[in-house]
């Protein structure tokens, strides 16, 4: 008889011979794309900075109706004096200080936690202020909900710093209406902030303070301020991916659902006083419930600094 | 940290961060106030 069994092998390395390990360097960041990005929003914001200017030492409203749409932003304007752009640096820096506070508050917790995170990316846009605001894209999962929470308020709380001390000085320089200073097409609304640092102001008897807030020709650096004000509350909104949604998440897992949803359904309110408030609900809608991979089990005070 | 976070967003927020573009302007423009 012969033995038809075939022979057992004696370890498994006979049935899956080694592979052949090859390290793959990751692939190296694109810090050209940030520099182009901040270039064009710095010429974005600069173009928009510089009309504002002008209509500032002009005694003329930020945004006068006498130019319509395209006077909003205005490239015709500058192209036939290009000397312009110029005039438009004070709130070209003091925006894009306020923007990098916010984004660096974030990158460097990424960075303290050891949370992989790519440089601020800045969004040129032909908006009221010129860009649509920066973001970062954050590389490797947060290990923890302390970390989350600690990434997610830094930026809002450096953004909110910078932009408050720039409205300080900014108020300062702001002027009352003249009686020929014609119509405009954007009134701003001032968050609470603006009337707490004009009513100090006030106190001390400093510079424009002595005039009403709602009658006054805010200064561009004070227009950058409102606007950096703007993006700390609205990146502070508890829902979804915004920096209020990683802070609800990391304070009450269980609650960011929900309260994202209540989110929404409050923007859909008060797009009775601002429409624009209506497309924020949308894309918090569209955006999900995602939020950056992180445990949901890790305790909120779980020490995770490397 | 919470009360921070929710202190920042009361100090910046703004019901109409652009007075009259809200559906209520547009809705008193086509019915009246």
């Not at chain 1, 809608?285 to 995602?290: F, Q, T």
Request: charged letters at 10%; proline letters at 9%.
């Amino acid at each position: 008889m012969t033995n038809t069994t075939p022979p057992i092998p004696t370890s498994t390395y006979e049935l899956i011979p080694p592979m052949e390990l090859t390290e793959v360097a990751p692939p190296r960041p694109r810090y050209w794309i940030n520099f182009l990005l901040l270039g064009c929003t710095f010429c974005t914001t600069l173009l928009v900075g510089a009309r504002l200017q002008y209509n500032f030492l002009n005694n003329l409203p930020a945004f006068p109706e006498s130019l319509g749409l395209p006077g909003l932003f205005p490239v015709q304007w500058i192209v036939q004096y290009p000397s312009r752009l110029l005039l438009g640096a004070p709130f070209c820096l003091a925006l894009m200080v306020i923007l990098l506070a916010h984004e660096m508050g974030h990158y460097l917790y990424c960075r303290y936690y050891g949370v992989k995170a790519t440089l601020p990316f800045f969004i040129p846009a032909p908006t009221l202020i010129g860009t649509l605001g920066a973001f970062i894209r954050i590389k490797s999962p947060i290990r923890s909900r302390a970390a989350l929470f600690d990434i997610g308020i830094a930026g809002p709380i450096a953004g909110f710093a910078v932009a408050t001390l720039t409205l300080f000085f900014a108020l300062m320089f702001s002027k009352p209406f003249t009686a020929d200073s014609g119509d405009t097409q954007v009134m701003f609304g001032y968050p609470l902030v603006f009337y707490l640092m004009h009513w100090l102001l006030h106190q001390f008897g400093i510079g424009a303070a002595q005039i009403r807030l709602d009658s006054s020709y805010l200064h561009p650096v004070a227009i950058a301020a409102w606007a950096g004000m703007f993006a700390t509350a609205l990146n502070l909104l508890p829902g979804g991916q915004l920096d209020g949604g990683h802070i609800v998440y990391a304070a009450f897992p269980r609650a960011h659902r929900w309260l994202s949803r209540g989110t929404i359904a409050g923007l859909v309110v008060a797009s009775w006083w601002w429409a624009g408030w209506l497309l924020w609900g949308i894309l918090l809608r569209l955006s999900g419930a995602r939020h950056p991979a992180c445990p949901e089990r890790s305790p909120a005070s779980l020490p995770t600094a490397g | 940290m919470l009360f921070v976070a929710v202190l920042l967003l009361a100090l910046t927020f703004m019901v109409a961060p652009v007075q009259g573009w809200g559906i209520r302007g547009y809705a008193e423009s086509i019915f009246g106030s």
